[in-house]
Nanobody, 125 residues
Framework: QVQLQESGGGSAQLGGSLKLSCTASRYTFSRFCMGWFRQAAGKEREAVATVGWDGIITYADSVKGRFTFSQDNAKNTLSLEMTSLKPEDTAMYYC???????????????????WGQGTQVTVSS
């Protein structure tokens, strides 16, 4: 059974930084969609940073230039470095992974087969 486990969430001040990590077990990183999503209270889950079969990373416009996605295939981990944090970044952050190769966008949450439990990020002003 595939498991994704996030860590690194917490509280930060406006302009601060946090780094999220996701460790995958019983899952082999390959040409599948993987990435980070977030869901704020009362809002839909949205893609923050995703990577597709071609290795191209797609960032949400709201985080471009502030967040950096990376993956370590040898360690089966995904990371999300978040800087210049804003209160609107407050949300539950989820790591997600797919099980098939898709040649379209990887930003659509229902495509993903595996999800972590989530880690809360709270940014105060």
């Amino acid at each position: 059974q595939v498991q994704l486990q996030e860590s690194g969430g917490g509280s930060a001040q406006l302009g601060g930084s946090l780094k999220l990590s996701c460790t995958a077990s019983r899952y082999t990183f390959s040409r599948f969609c993987m990435g980070w999503f977030r869901q704020a209270a009362g809002k839909e889950r949205e893609a923050v940073a995703t990577v597709g079969w071609d290795g191209i990373i797609t960032y949400a416009d709201s985080v471009k230039g502030r967040f950096t996605f990376s993956q370590d295939n040898a360690k089966n981990t995904l990371s999300l470095e978040m800087t210049s944090l804003k209160p609107e970044d407050t949300a539950m952050y989820y790591c997600a992974a797919d099980s098939v190769t898709r040649y379209g966008s990887c930003t659509y949450a229902p495509l993903y087969d595996y999800w972590g439990q989530g880690t809360q990020v709270t940014v105060s002003s």
